[in-house]
């Protein structure tokens, strides 16, 4: 039995360079930098004073007071995203078959803001706010796009560190293809907690300057937060409903270092069998990739990790593809960067262009690629990759194609 094909028909996202596709888009292309001193909290006294965090937001604007007692940051993100991706898909929910639309969703730390604000509070008051826990499971955000649509399939919640989004794709895709679903929502989300904040200051891979990928100067990552959601859809429930796909999720691929809890294998060969695996599932040649949406969190490690995995797997054609990390612009959103940067790649196929790794000023002799310096470059994507390599050791590469 042949396996169904997976398209990609809408989209969501919400982040420091933008609160919808359009403007997120935009952002890519412009080169934007989405890094400023924290607002949320007082950084002063730790190394990583700059963050990327979503600017001009009045969750009021979207939300009741009711609804806002209960919902974190991160399940309104979640949910503003899914609705611009449902709008944009065209979907009437009402002639879809509730029971065959699911949700997976990747997270690294869940509803953190109110679990912060509870911690405090009993610090404070000694008395329990116990609807301030009700989003800190991952599952919730899920819970609540299912409510809010009345879907009765599968809700996926996944943590697997930084490659939390893309696993929760990869499961999604694995849903269409079975045929156990004909819709799933799916994409990550993360917020700007200072709980999270203090942990990475802590590890000492924050960057006390702006994210510089890639650059013989870079001195870790700036932590960012949002949403980036797609919806995955059945080529022949798309088809039979008239919808248009803006791309094809062709595969995925996953591995474990097996070798340290924070740090790459130094060898690369853990991110470089997650890019192979992830060719065999697509069915796609190496030579067809044109694009790779780096990990590139810019700390001085991981890169160079990463560019050696990119070498092991391509080779000599290595050289010749355009190699990018948007994280120099919407920073490192943990559990959302798969999501928030699957849409990067849809973004630039659509887009006709390759979006810059910004910051970028002294080359590497280490990183050798090419890695699109601060300006983006028009460009006919046909078939990208994307990879994300999280803590653990959990690895995760996704193949993105045009239609």
């Known amino acids: 039995m042949s396996r169904r094909r997976t398209f990609i028909t809408g989209i969501g996202v919400i982040c420091a360079i933008g609160k919808d596709f359009d403007t997120f888009s ?7 930098n989405g890094a400023k001193k924290i607002a949320a909290f007082n950084p002063e006294g730790i190394r990583g004073i700059y963050g990327c965090e979503v600017k001009d937001y009045d969750p009021r604007a979207y939300f009741s007071p009711k609804e806002l007692r209960r919902m974190d940051r991160g399940s309104q993100f979640v949910l503003l995203a899914t609705r611009q991706a449902m709008a944009s898909s065209g979907l009437d929910v009402a002639l879809c078959d509730k029971e065959r639309c699911g949700v997976s969703l990747g997270s690294t730390l869940g509803g953190m803001v109110n679990a912060t604000e509870y911690y405090r509070r009993l610090k404070k008051r000694h008395k329990v706010y116990a609807s301030l826990l009700m989003d800190h499971p991952l599952y919730t955000a899920g819970s609540r796009v299912c409510i809010e649509y009345g879907f009765l399939g599968t809700n996926m919640a996944t943590s697997t560190a930084c490659s939390s989004a893309n696993v929760a794709i990869g499961y ?17 989300y993360d917020t700007m907690a200072e709980l999270t904040v203090a942990g990475f200051n802590v590890l000492r891979n924050v960057s006390p300057d702006y994210c510089k ?15 980036g959601i797609l919806i995955l859809e059945a080529e022949n429930h798309c088809h039979a409903r008239g919808g248009q796909p803006y791309a094809e999720l062709l595969g995925y691929g996953m591995s474990s270092d097996a070798y340290h809890m924070t740090a790459l294998d130094v060898t690369g060969r853990g991110p470089a069998l997650a890019i ?3 060719l065999d599932d697509s069915g796609v040649d190496k030579e067809a990739i044109n694009y790779i949406n780096a ?8 890169d160079a990790v990463e560019t050696k ?42 887009g006709g262009f ?22 983006s470059r028009q460009y006919a994507i046909n078939v990208a990759l994307s990879n994300n390599c999280g803590f653990g050791g959990n690895n995760c590469s996704i193949v993105i194609g045009r239609i």
């Open 295 to 302: 990990h590139g969190t810019g700390t001085s490690h991981n």
């Open 354 to 375: 390759i979006p810059p790794t910004i910051n970028y000023e002294t080359p590497d002799p280490k990183c050798d690629l090419d890695y699109v310096p601060n300006k």
């Open 26 to 32: 935009h952002g890519l292309s412009s080169g934007m």
């Open 276 to 278: 192979t695996r992830a």
């Open 309 to 350: 995995a990119i070498k092991r797997v391509f080779g000599e054609q290595a050289y010749s593809i355009p190699v990018s990390s948007t994280k120099s612009m919407h920073g490192h959103t943990l559990g959302a960067a798969g999501g928030i940067e699957a849409v990067s790649v849809v973004a630039a196929l659509q």
């Open 172 to 188: 999604g895709t694995e849903m269409i293809r079975n045929d156990e679903a004909d819709v799933v929502i799916v994409g990550g």
């Open 213 to 227: 990928p890639f650059d013989k100067k870079r001195q870790g990552l700036v932590l960012g937060e949002g949403a």
